[in-house]
C-alpha cells in the first residue's frame, strides 16, 4: 500500500464570517487545485487557488498558482494560472485556499505564517474606489496599498493578487499580481485573466485582494542529482539542459532571431495574420502578406526586436527559469495575444499605441484577451455604421482604412478609442454595460439595430450567458466546442485534420494541460513535463496509476458539463470556411476531406458549419468519457 503521509493541506475560508478551518485530503485521491477545483465548485461553488504537489521544487516551471471555480463569464467550470506566483504560496505551508461566502463589505484577505506558528488569517475592510484611483491607478494601485499596510509583518517578501474596477463592473475581471523584490513591487505582471476569477473574487466573496507569505519550510522535493538521473534516462540529458532546450521559443530563438510569444509568433505568421476584428481573413494572401510585411515585420515587431529583444529586457515571472519569458519594455510587459487582440485586431501597429491601450486595460483589471476581442468587435461596428459613436458613449470613429493608413497616428488614435470604450464599461452608468456579458450585450444590440451587429463577434459560446473570446490563431480548434475555451485545452496547429479527428486532438491536448495544471507546471516547460511527469509522482508520491486515472476522471466530469453551444456569430463560421480555403488553395493541402469541406462550406456554409462543429464534438466526446466504453 502506498505512503499516506502525504496529504493536501486546505485552507477553507468562509469570506461572509471569516471563520476558516484546515481540510486535509490524501494524495492519491486528490492530487492538486484542479481535481480538488471541480469537487469543491459544485459542492460549495468554492473558488480554489492552489499550488501543486511540486511547487518549491526543483522542476523548473513548478511554481504556477492555479486559480479553479464556476467562471462569471464562461459559466462553466473553469481553470486559470498565474505564473510564479505559487513560490511565495508555498511559504504558508498550505496547498490551497478555498473560498466560499461573501464578505459583508469589500476586504483584504491577508495570510501569513511565520515558522511553525498558526497561519494568520485576518479581513480588513476597504473602500476599493478610493484605492483603485491612487499611486498606479487600479490593479497597481491595489498592489502597493497592501503592500504598505502589510509588508512589514513578513519576515520575507510578500504576494498580492489584486483585482480592478473591471471586476466590478463586468464578468471578465482578471487576477493581477507581480513579484515583489526588497519590499518593492516590480514591473514583471503576471495574470490569471482568462475566465473572469477577478470578478468572481470581488463579486461572490467580496474580496479585493490576497496578501500572502510565510517562512514556513516543508519537505518540498529538491534533490538535483536524484532529478538529473530521471531526466538522464528519459531524456538522456540533465534537467537544466533539457530545459534550456525546450524553453528556447520563449527565451530566444535564432530561427526567428526574437524570442517570446510576441516575438516568435508575430516572426512566423507570415500571412495567416489577424487584424481588424479578422477581416483580414477575407483578404487575399498577397494583401495579408503586405500587411505583415509592412506594419508587423517592418514596423511593430521590429521595433519589440529592438526595444526588447536586442536589449535583453527579459525577467521571469517571480521563480527561477530559464525561459525569462517575460519581455520588458520599461514597465510594459509584451506578450503575444494581448498585443493582438489590443493591437492588430483593433487596428494598432505601433508599440507605444499598443503600450498606452494594454496597460490601461491591465490597470482596469480585465482579461487582456477578451477586453480586445470585444474593443475589436465594437470598433468594427463603429467603423461600418452599424452603431454610432454617441450610443457607445465615444465621440470617434476607429481609423481602419488600408490605403491611407497612418502606422504611427492612427494606431495612437485607435488606442485612444479603445481606452475611451474601457472606461466607459466601468463608468456607473456608462453606454457598454458589461456585468452580465459582452454575449448578452450583443444580444440586445442584435435585436435593437440588426443581426450583422452580432455576427461581427467572434466568441465561443456557452450554456444560457457564456462566452469566451478565443485564443488569437486562425485555426479550427480555436473554435471547437470544449468544454472550456480559450485555453489551449484544443489543437491550435496550422495543419488540416477532419473535424472528428480534430476534435480527438483537442481532447487529448486538454488531458495533457490538465495534468500541468493540475499539479502547477508552466506550459511553457510541457515539451519534457508531459512525458516526465507521472514518473515523478510515482518516484515522489508512489501514486502514478492513480495520478492518470484521476487525470481522466476529472477530465470526463468537466467534459460531462459540457454545454457548448453552436456558434452564434456567422464569423465563427467565416474563421472555420477560410481556413479551409486557404489551406486548400494557398498551402497546396491535398486530402479528400479537405476538398469535401470547402465544397460543402462553398454550397451551404450554415449547414457545412452545423456538419464541422458536430464532427468535433462527437471527437471530444469519443475520448472525454467518464466511464469510457
Given at each position: 500500500m502506498p505512503d499516506n503521509k502525504h496529504e493536501l493541506k486546505v485552507l477553507m475560508l468562509d469570506a461572509a464570517?471569516?471563520?476558516?478551518?484546515?481540510?486535509?485530503y490524501r494524495v492519491g485521491d486528490f492530487f492538486g487545485p484542479v481535481d480538488m477545483g471541480i469537487h469543491l465548485a459544485f459542492k460549495h461553488n468554492a473558488l480554489t487557488i492552489g499550488a501543486g504537489l511540486l511547487a518549491g521544487s526543483v522542476f523548473p516551471g513548478s511554481n504556477r498558482l492555479i486559480f479553479a471555480g464556476i467562471s462569471p463569464c464562461w459559466h462553466g467550470f473553469y481553470i486559470s494560472s498565474m505564473g510564479g506566483a505559487a513560490l511565495v504560496f508555498d511559504n504558508l505551508g498550505i496547498n490551497m485556499l478555498s473560498l466560499i461566502g461573501k464578505a459583508p463589505h469589500p476586504c483584504f484577505l491577508y495570510l501569513n505564517r511565520n515558522h511553525g506558528e498558526e497561519i494568520e488569517v485576518e479581513l480588513v475592510p476597504v473602500v476599493p474606489e478610493h484605492i483603485w484611483d491612487q499611486g498606479r491607478k487600479g490593479v497597481y494601485a491595489v498592489m502597493e496599498e497592501a503592500i504598505r499596510m502589510f509588508a512589514p509583518r513578513y519576515e520575507k517578501d510578500l504576494r498580492v493578487l489584486a483585482v480592478g474596477p473591471a471586476a466590478r463592473d463586468s464578468d471578465f475581471g482578471a487576477i493581477g499580481s507581480a513579484p515583489v523584490k526588497k519590499g518593492m513591487l516590480t514591473h514583471v505582471d503576471t495574470w490569471a485573466g482568462r475566465g473572469g476569477f477577478g470578478s468572481k473574487?470581488?463579486?461572490e466573496h467580496g474580496l479585493v485582494c490576497v496578501i500572502y507569505g510565510g517562512t514556513h519550510i516543508d519537505e518540498d522535493f529538491r534533490d538535483r542529482s536524484v532529478a538529473d538521473e530521471w531526466f538522464q534516462d528519459k531524456f538522456k540529458q540533465r534537467m537544466a539542459v533539457k530545459d534550456m532546450e525546450v524553453t528556447t521559443k520563449y527565451r530566444y530563438d535564432p530561427k526567428f532571431n526574437t524570442g517570446g510569444t510576441f516575438g516568435v509568433n508575430y516572426a512566423a505568421m507570415d500571412g495567416d495574420i489577424?487584424?481588424?476584428?479578422?477581416?483580414?481573413?477575407?483578404?487575399?494572401r498577397e494583401a495579408r502578406n503586405d500587411l505583415h510585411q509592412r506594419f508587423i515585420l517592418n514596423h511593430y515587431l521590429k521595433q519589440f526586436n529592438e526595444e526588447t529583444i536586442q536589449t535583453k529586457q527579459q525577467h521571469n515571472c517571480g521563480e527561477p527559469c530559464a525561459a525569462v519569458c517575460k519581455k520588458m519594455h520599461g514597465r510594459f510587459k509584451k506578450d503575444y495575444e494581448p498585443y493582438q487582440t489590443m493591437g492588430p485586431l483593433c487596428g494598432i501597429f505601433d508599440q507605444r499605441a499598443a503600450e498606452r491601450l494594454n496597460h490601461h486595460a491591465d490597470s482596469l483589471g480585465f482579461d487582456a484577451i477578451s477586453a480586445g476581442g470585444t474593443l475589436a468587435w465594437l470598433m468594427d461596428c463603429l467603423d461600418d455604421g452599424l452603431i454610432t459613436p454617441a450610443e457607445l458613449g465615444v465621440d470617434q470613429l476607429p481609423k481602419w482604412e488600408m490605403a491611407t493608413f497612418d502606422v504611427v497616428?492612427?494606431?495612437?488614435?485607435?488606442?485612444e478609442l479603445g481606452i475611451a470604450l474601457l472606461n466607459q464599461i466601468i463608468l456607473p452608468g456608462g453606454k457598454i454595460p458589461l456585468q452580465f456579458g459582452a454575449r448578452k450585450l450583443a444580444r440586445r444590440l442584435a435585436r435593437e439595430k440588426g443581426r450583422e451587429v452580432l455576427d461581427r463577434f467572434v466568441y465561443n459560446a456557452f450554456a444560457r450567458q457564456g462566452w469566451m473570446v478565443p485564443n488569437q490563431y486562425w485555426t479550427p480548434g480555436t473554435y471547437a466546442p470544449m468544454a472550456i475555451s480559450g485555453k489551449y485545452y484544443m489543437h491550435y496547429g496550422r495543419d488540416f485534420l477532419p473535424p472528428r479527428e480534430l476534435g480527438r486532438q483537442n481532447a487529448r491536448r486538454m488531458l495533457k494541460e490538465l495534468m500541468l495544471d493540475n499539479l502547477g507546471i508552466c506550459r511553457f516547460h510541457r515539451a519534457w513535463a508531459e512525458t516526465l511527469i507521472p514518473d515523478i509522482v510515482e518516484n515522489i508520491f508512489g501514486e502514478k496509476d492513480a495520478f492518470l486515472r484521476s487525470l481522466s476522471l476529472t477530465a470526463g466530469r468537466i467534459t460531462s458539463r459540457n454545454a457548448s453551444v453552436f456558434w452564434e456569430s456567422e464569423r465563427n463560421m467565416d474563421m472555420v470556411s477560410t481556413f479551409l480555403e486557404n489551406k486548400k488553395e494557398t498551402d497546396g493541402g491535398?486530402?479528400?476531406?479537405?476538398?469535401h469541406w470547402v465544397d460543402f462550406f462553398t454550397r451551404d456554409k450554415h449547414a457545412a458549419a452545423y456538419e464541422f462543429w458536430y464532427e468535433m464534438h462527437k471527437g471530444i466526446h469519443e475520448m472525454l468519457r467518464e466511464y469510457p466504453v
Open positions: 464570517t471569516g471563520f476558516y478551518r484546515m481540510q486535509r473574487l470581488f463579486q489577424l487584424a481588424f476584428n479578422y477581416r483580414t481573413i477575407h483578404w487575399s497616428g492612427d494606431s495612437i488614435h485607435n488606442a491535398r486530402h479528400p476531406e479537405l476538398d
